[in-house]
């Protein structure tokens, strides 16, 4: 039985039982006893309670529902904040002589193209005690090292990235950029203004046996044939470029300092220009002293190549694309050779 059918019940008995008592009742009232009273209390007490816990039971309740969870998206793999740039590191740049128009040249380049904060330094402008003292103030990670002098200077600094230019045999250990542009783009150049280039001459000391034999590679696919001599003396660089010439089209002269002197460098030119001889330089002195064709970088193009080393940290040599050219139309009166 519900309570609802219980609460019912009680009610129905309740007044059947009055009923009852008020039909058996003849005489007239007598006055209400105390028991009566109380059971009439009680009656009324009851019938309350009871109507109460009727109205409470037909109240509609409504039954809280949990919050539905909230899920929460999130990358994966990813990080709230968003890391720094690291800071520039210090770059030096040690120049082995004096500015000439062609370092002038490469330090505006290096500049224009510079992301780090740098410093130029120049070997001939302090003693190496002080210019060590600056290095070790500025602290550099990097060092760029333009021209062999250079070089050798920063091989004494310790736990230091050396980069170096303008160095033709470099030793072994260090990154840079090649000193000339490839011999392949030099010998197309010098085949489109001379037809008749078959054979080229070279001398060169031991130092110089990869250099030469990047030369012979290249000439090789040209089909054109290089007759090397190595050499150990200027003296001796004298007398065998003079016994090659009536053998050779053209004579490549390397600034090979070990085996040459400014007066064997000077011979060599007057005597290759009083036999028409074209020879290739590589230095504007040299050019100036009466021969035939002058092959330099670009020094925008040497800049760009040391940015790609600063920057992505490259362990091989750079390889210049361009190149500079001048070529003498007339050469220099005969001069005792």
């Not at 008995?13 to 009439?40: C, E, K, M, N, T």
């Not at 030096?92 to 740098?118: C, F, I, R």
């Not at 120049?122 to 062999?148: H, R, W, Y």
């Amino acid at each position: 039985m519900s309570f609802n059918q219980m609460v019912s019940a009680s009610l129905l008995y309740f007044a059947r039982r009055d009923q009852a008592h008020l039909r058996d009742s003849v005489a007239p009232a007598d006055p209400i006893s105390l028991p009566d009273y109380a059971g009439i209390i009680l009656r009324v007490l009851v019938t309350c309670a009871c109507l109460f816990m009727i109205g409470c039971s037909l109240i509609p309740r409504t039954v809280p529902r949990e919050p539905a969870p909230v899920s929460v998206s999130k990358p994966v793999g990813t990080t709230v904040t968003k890391p720094q740039p690291p800071i520039p590191q210090p770059v030096a740049v040690v120049v082995g002589n004096k500015l000439s128009n062609t370092l002038l040249e490469l330090t505006d380049s290096l500049a224009e193209h510079m992301v780090q904060p740098y410093q130029i330094f120049e070997l001939g402008g302090n003693s190496t005690e002080s210019l060590l003292d600056n290095l070790s103030k500025m602290n550099p990670t990097t060092v760029v090292a333009i021209g062999q002098l250079a070089l050798e200077f920063v091989a004494q600094l310790k736990d230091v990235d050396v980069i170096y230019a303008q160095v033709f045999n470099p030793p072994a250990g260090y990154r840079g950029v090649a000193p000339i542009p490839p011999f392949d783009m030099q010998l197309t150049y010098w085949q489109e203004i001379s037809s008749q280039l078959k054979r080229i001459g070279v001398l060169g000391s031991a130092a110089m046996r990869d250099v030469i034999d990047s030369l012979e590679s290249a000439a090789a696919e040209k089909n054109i044939k290089i007759i090397r001599r190595e050499v150990t003396s200027d003296k001796e660089t004298l007398q065998v470029f003079r016994a090659m010439v009536p053998y050779i089209d053209g004579f490549v002269f390397l600034p090979d300092e070990s085996v040459l002197s400014p007066d064997v460098i000077r011979r060599i030119i007057v005597h290759g220009s009083r036999n028409n001889l074209q020879i290739l330089v590589y230095s504007p002195y040299m050019f100036d002293l009466g021969a035939y064709l002058y092959i330099s970088a670009e020094q925008n193009d040497v800049a760009e190549q040391i940015i790609v080393l600063l920057e992505e940290h490259d362990t091989s040599t750079r390889a210049l694309t361009t190149m500079r050219v001048q070529v003498k139309t007339k050469v220099l009166p005969d001069e005792a050779g």
